[in-house]
């Protein structure tokens, strides 16, 4: 089955890393599920793990009230990012709108509340050595700029293609951003739907808040069924695009899925990279019920 997975992955124009756990079973499926990977916007999901840890152990009031001036927002085409008026939320609604729609300024908001060593001290007390979280979503916006020399987002986008460009970009290299293992992705998510990486209520808001994703075109796009519930988070970076979640049966399976991919192409859209991250995934859950079925 890893070499049909690799083959969708080739076929997309992208290469592709890939591990699906049976969340009951133990049993699993990969595709270089241990080499490390860029996180993107994944990086919302040890930053929720970290709040509802805070918030749980009284370091933090999740209804307290952040405010959102109009002239500190982080770059972003969803959430509170495109409002031009001032925002006055709760950090646990700051939280829910940084995974729903992956709204940068809000984890940003949340961010600064939670601290950055609580979020990496979240990772490393749930076992997850490889995985860390190394700034905001504004220092990553901030970085694509430093290392491209540009001022303009439009303009990163038209020298993307330049020879060595890509290489220069911390961002896109795990070793130098935030980072993890598809691997330790699916532990983490295992932890939320066993209750293990916060008390049972906080695990259940953040199962809550993963399943109202908005984005139907990667994993989700895998598993066109109404009675299936696929609950993730998105990450997309250039040309980096991802997503980590958990698939639900009415059987009762539970698979919890981390898929990462760079393409090759560098144009701002590609549906084939999207539709891959689902086939994928779809492939690699068929493959851990047939093992089900047949034991």
């Known amino acids: 089955m890893t070499s049909v997975i690799e083959g969708t992955f080739r076929e997309a124009g992208v290469a592709g890393w890939l591990h699906a756990v049976d969340l009951d079973s133990g ?3 990969g595709v270089r599920p ?16 970290a709040f509802f840890r805070r918030a749980a152990a009284g370091g933090l009031d999740p209804v307290e009230r952040a405010v959102l001036p ?12 495109v409002l031009l008026d001032e925002v006055r939320m709760s950090l646990r609604d700051l939280a829910c709108m940084m995974i729903t729609v992956s ?8 961010l600064a509340r939670v601290g950055l060593e609580h979020v990496n001290r979240a990772l ?8 860390r979280v190394t700034g905001s979503a504004s220092d990553l916006h901030a970085s694509l700029m430093a290392d491209a020399g540009v001022t303009d987002p439009a303009e990163l986008w038209s020298r993307l ?24 992705l699916t532990r983490l998510l295992a932890a939320i739907w066993r209750d293990e990486a916060a008390p049972p209520a906080e695990c259940a808001q953040m199962r809550r ?3 109202l994703q908005v984005w139907p075109h990667r994993l989700a796009s895998g598993f066109p069924y109404d009675d299936v519930l696929v609950s993730g988070k998105t990450g997309t970076l250039l040309n980096l695009r991802n997503e980590i979640g958990v698939v639900e049966y009415p059987d009762g399976g539970r698979y919890a899925l981390a898929v990462f991919t760079r393409a090759r192409s560098t144009a701002a859209t590609h549906p084939r990279a999207d539709a891959a991250i689902g086939t994928a995934a779809r492939l690699a859950v068929q493959e851990l019920r047939g093992w089900a079925t047949s034991s």
């Open 27 to 29: 049993r699993e499926v």
């Open 34 to 49: 241990d080499e490390s990977v860029v996180l993107a916007s994944v990086f919302k999901v040890p930053l929720l793990v």
């Open 70 to 81: 109009p002239g500190d927002r982080v770059a972003g085409t969803t959430g509170t990012s």
């Open 103 to 110: 709204d940068n300024t809000a984890a940003d908001a949340v």
């Open 124 to 131: 490393v007390e749930l076992g997850l050595e490889r995985t």
């Open 161 to 184: 293609a330049e020879p060595g460009m890509s290489g220069r970009l911390s961002a896109l290299d795990p070793a130098r951003s935030s980072h993890g293992t598809p691997r330790e």
């Open 209 to 211: 808040m993963l399943g």
